[in-house]
C-alpha cells in the first residue's frame, strides 16, 4: 500500500482546535508521524494541542518555506512509497491555499499518492461566506504591490474588473499594513463600492463588516497586526 498526503486544517489563531474543526482532522494526526510544515514551532505546538499524547520525538518534520531546495522537497514525499502517510500543514488556516503546500499537492499527483483534504477554516472562503458579496463569482489575488503608484492602479484595477464582471475581488494584506491599506482604499475607490474587511475570523476578537467606501470614510477600525481579508465589489 502506498501512504497518502493528507492536508491538515490548523487553527487561524489561538483557538481551541476542535471547536473550529471536526473530529477527524484529530484521528488523522494521532495516525501520521511525517509532517511537511511551513514553521516546524507552530506546527508542533498544534499537533501538541490537538494530540496531547502523541510523543514529539517520534516526529518527522520536514520544512517548506522560502528556504526549502526543490531538489530536497522533491524527496518529501519518498517515505509514502514505504506505506507511510504524510501530513501537510499549513501556517494557518487551510494548506496549499495561499499557502506554498501546493508544491506538494503537484508532486503528490505526478507520483500517484492519493491527496485527501480535510475539513477545516479556511479565511479566504469564511470571509467571502460572510461579505453579503458575490459568492458565484469571485477572484483571490494575493497580496497586492506595495509600490504606492502599483497599489494605486491594482485598486482600480481590481474595481473596474468587479464591475465589468460583477465578480467580487479578494485580497490580503501583511498585519502591520493593514490600517495603510484601509486608507489606500478609502482614498482609492469610488464612494458606491462596498468594501468588507474580515479580521481574527474565528477568534474571540473576531470582525467582520462590510460597508460602502462612502460609509467607510466614517470608521476606522483597529486593525493593526491583525490577520485581515478584503474584499470589494463594485
Known amino acids: ?3 497518502k498526503l493528507y492536508l ?3 487553527t487561524l489563531g489561538e483557538t481551541e482546535p476542535l471547536e473550529v474543526m471536526p473530529l477527524s482532522v484529530k484521528k488523522v494526526v494521532e ?5 511537511i510544515v511551513e514553521n516546524e514551532k507552530s506546527a508542533r505546538r498544534f499537533i501538541k494541542k490537538i494530540t ?3 510523543p514529539q520525538p517520534n516526529l518527522t518534520i520536514k520544512l517548506l518555506d522560502k ?5 530536497e522537497t522533491q524527496t518529501y514525499l519518498d517515505i509514502c512509497v514505504q506505506g507511510f502517510s504524510v501530513g501537510l500543514l499549513s501556517e494557518a488556516g487551510v494548506p496549499a491555499i495561499a499557502d506554498p503546500g501546493a508544491s506538494i499537492v503537484k508532486l503528490a499527483h505526478e507520483k500517484n499518492i492519493q491527496v485527501v483534504p480535510l475539513v477545516g477554516p479556511s ?5 467571502m461566506m460572510s461579505s453579503g458579496m458575490n459568492g458565484q463569482n469571485f477572484a483571490f489575488n494575493g497580496y497586492l ?5 502599483e497599489r494605486k492602479r491594482a485598486i ?3 474595481e473596474k474588473i468587479s464591475l465589468d464582471k460583477n465578480q467580487a475581488q479578494i485580497f490580503i494584506e501583511t498585519p502591520y499594513r493593514n490600517e495603510k491599506m484601509l486608507t489606500d482604499l478609502k482614498a482609492i475607490l469610488s464612494p458606491s463600492t462596498s468594501l468588507c474587511i474580515a479580521a481574527d475570523i474565528t477568534l474571540p476578537s473576531e470582525y467582520i463588516k462590510t460597508h460602502s467606501i462612502k460609509d467607510w470614510k466614517h470608521q476606522q477600525p483597529d486593525l493593526h497586526k491583525k490577520p485581515a481579508i478584503f474584499i470589494i465589489q463594485k
Open 1 to 3: 500500500m502506498i501512504g
Open 8 to 10: 491538515i486544517p490548523t
Open 31 to 35: 495516525q501520521i508521524d511525517y509532517y
Open 52 to 54: 496531547p499524547k502523541k
Open 67 to 71: 528556504y526549502a531546495v526543490e531538489e
Open 123 to 127: 479565511s479566504i472562503l469564511m470571509a
Open 145 to 149: 504591490p506595495i509600490d504606492k503608484g
Open 156 to 158: 482600480k484595477d481590481l
